[in-house]
C-alpha cells in the first residue's frame, strides 16, 4: 500500500457512540462528508459531535451559512461541548457582515456575495488550519450563484482547498424536494442521511469511497446527553467456533421426548395459546441451564418481572436465587421502550460482554408490538437474531403464542416455522369435561426426537411431565378420544 493510500484510511471519529461503528472506524482522513436530513433531524447536532470530538492538537472550524453564531453556540454549550474550543465564522444571514442592506440594493445577491463567501473561508482557514471543518448547510450557496455549473465549481474548489490543507471535511443540506442536493451528494466521498420516521430517526450510509461500510437503518436518538446510534445486527459479522452439546431441562421425562435435551446453539420455539405453559418451559430451562454453570437471559416482552419472578417461585422454580448468583438476568420490556437496534445491541452486550450461553425470548407477539422500528415483517428481526446467535454457539429459546386454544391445529403463526431448529408444541385438550395439556415435539433439525405426546401439568413441585399418551386420539383437534384399552 503506498504511503498516500495509507494516509486515506486514517481515521476520525465522529465522536458519536454507534456511528464509527456503522462507518467501519470512523470518517477517513482528508475525506469530505455531506450529512443529509430534514429540518429538525440533527443535522447540526452530528457536525458539533465531529468537531468536539478533535484532539488536543487538532482545530476545529464551524462555519455557519444558516443559524446565526450565538445560537450555534448556544446550542453546543447546551449538549455539554465546550464551544470556546472551537472556531466560528459565522456567514448567517443575520451575522455582522450582511448588516448593510445597501449591499442587497445595489447588486444582484448573487453578484456580490458568493466571491465574497468564499474568500471569507479561505482567509479564515488560512489563520486557523484547522484540522475538521464543517459548513452548515452547504447548500446555502446555491442562493448566492447564477446557476448549477457555478454552484458546483465553487463547492468542488472550496473542497479541493480544505483537502490539500488536510482537513477532514462535513457538509450538510437539507434533504427536500424543493431543493435536490443530487450535485453534492456526487462531489463528496461519503454520504450519511438522517432520516425521522414517526417515532424515531434512523441514520444510514448511502455512499461511502475507500471503505465499507454498515448498510441498512441504524436507529439514532437525541437527548439531553447528545446524539447516539445503534447500529443494524447483521449476524454475518459475527461468529465463533463452539462445541454443541446438549442442554437438559431437568426434567427427564421431557428429556425423554427430547432424546436427551436441546442441542446447543440452536434456537427452541415453544409454541402454543396463551396459559399453557410456554414460559414455565422456558424457564425450566433456563434453571436447569443455571444450575450447570451456564449463563442465561430472559427478555420478557408479556409480564412484569414481579409477576414472572413470582410465579417461578410458586412452582418451585428459585428464579430470584438465579438471578442473585449472577447466572440469570431478567429485562423487562415495555411497549415502546426500545428501537429493535437498542434491542439487538441488548443481546450482544449479553452474548459478547457477560458470556451469557442461553438466550429467552418471551414471546414473539410482544416482541412484535413493543419495539420501535420493527416494520411490516418483525419476523425478519427474529430471523437475523436466530442467525447470530447459532453463529456465537448461544441457545436460543423462543415462545411463540398461537391463537386457537382448541380446535383446528397450527404449530405457529404464518411465516414462523422456518426461524426455528426446534419445535416444542404445547397444547391444551378438553377430555370428558375437563381441560388437559399436553406437549411434544414436532420438529428437531439436528437429532432424533420421540413422536409422541404426553400430558403435561404445572404444579407446586414444578414440571410435570407424563407417560405418552399412546391411546389418545385426536389430540391435535382439541377434543381427542381414547382408544378401546385406554384408561
Known sequence: MSGQNQHRQDRRTTGINGVDAVLGGGLLADSATLVRGPPGSGKSIFTLHFLAAADADETALYVNLGEPDEYVRSTARGFGFDADALEFLDLSPSGDRFQDEETYTLFRSEDVEAPSLVEDIRSR?????????????????????????????????????????????????????????????????????IEKQPNHRTVRVSKFRGSSVARGHHTLQISDAGMEAWPQLNPNRHGREFTSTTLSSGVPELDDLLKGGLPTGTVTFLSGPTGVGKTTTGIQFLSEAAKQGHKTVLYNFEEDRHTLMSRAEAIGIPLADMVDRGMLAIEEIGPGVLSINEFTHRVRTAVEDEDAELVMID?????????????????????????????????????????????????????????????????????????????GVLKMRTSDFENQLRRLEVTGDGLQVGESLSNLRGILTGTPNWTEGGE
Open 363 to 439: 414471546g414473539t407477539s410482544g416482541f412484535k408490538r413493543s419495539l420501535r422500528g420493527v416494520g411490516s415483517d418483525p419476523m425478519a428481526h427474529l430471523v437475523t437474531i436466530g442467525r447470530y446467535l447459532r453463529n456465537m454457539g448461544v441457545t436460543g429459546i423462543v415462545s411463540n403464542e398461537v391463537h386457537q386454544i382448541t380446535g383446528e391445529f397450527r404449530a405457529t403463526e404464518k411465516g414462523t416455522s422456518y426461524l426455528a431448529d426446534n419445535i416444542l408444541v404445547l397444547r391444551h385438550v378438553e377430555h370428558r369435561g375437563t381441560l388437559q395439556k399436553v406437549i
Open 125 to 193: 482557514v488560512e489563520a486557523v488550519d484547522p484540522d475538521r471543518v464543517v459548513v452548515d448547510p452547504a447548500t446555502e450557496f446555491k442562493y448566492l450563484t447564477p446557476d448549477e455549473h457555478q454552484f458546483r465549481t465553487q463547492i468542488l474548489g472550496l473542497l479541493d482547498f480544505l483537502r490539500d490543507i488536510g482537513a477532514t471535511v462535513l457538509l450538510t443540506s437539507q434533504a427536500a424536494d424543493s431543493m435536490p442536493d443530487d450535485d453534492l451528494q456526487f462531489l463528496v466521498d461519503a454520504v450519511i442521511n
